[in-house]
């Protein structure tokens, strides 16, 4: 269990990766932009979009790499 949960994590983190090597995710000192679109520090983790996509794609890409 602690393997499937580390491989989660590494791939939610690689979402994040490409998201800002994209320019799709900026971090700015108040907070980030997202599509060109200011989200404060105060947002909460779960409504921020750029976590939205990276939960929505980290069983995926597990997926694809146990596959390959």
């Known amino acids: 269990r602690n393997l499937v ?3 989660l ?3 939610h983190e ?3 990766v490409k998201q800002l090597a ?3 995710l900026k971090q700015r ?3 980030h932009t997202w599509l060109g679109k ?3 520090k105060k947002t909460p983790y779960l409504q921020m979009p750029w976590e939205i996509e990276a939960f ?3 069983e995926l890409i597990l ?3 146990f596959e390959e």
């Open 5 to 7: 949960q580390l491989g």
């Open 29 to 31: 000192r108040s907070g």
């Open 56 to 58: 929505s794609k980290q």
């Open 9 to 11: 994590t590494l791939a």
């Open 22 to 24: 994209k320019g799709t």
């Open 14 to 16: 690689m979402v994040h």
């Open 63 to 65: 997926r694809r790499a």
């Open 38 to 40: 200011m989200y404060s």
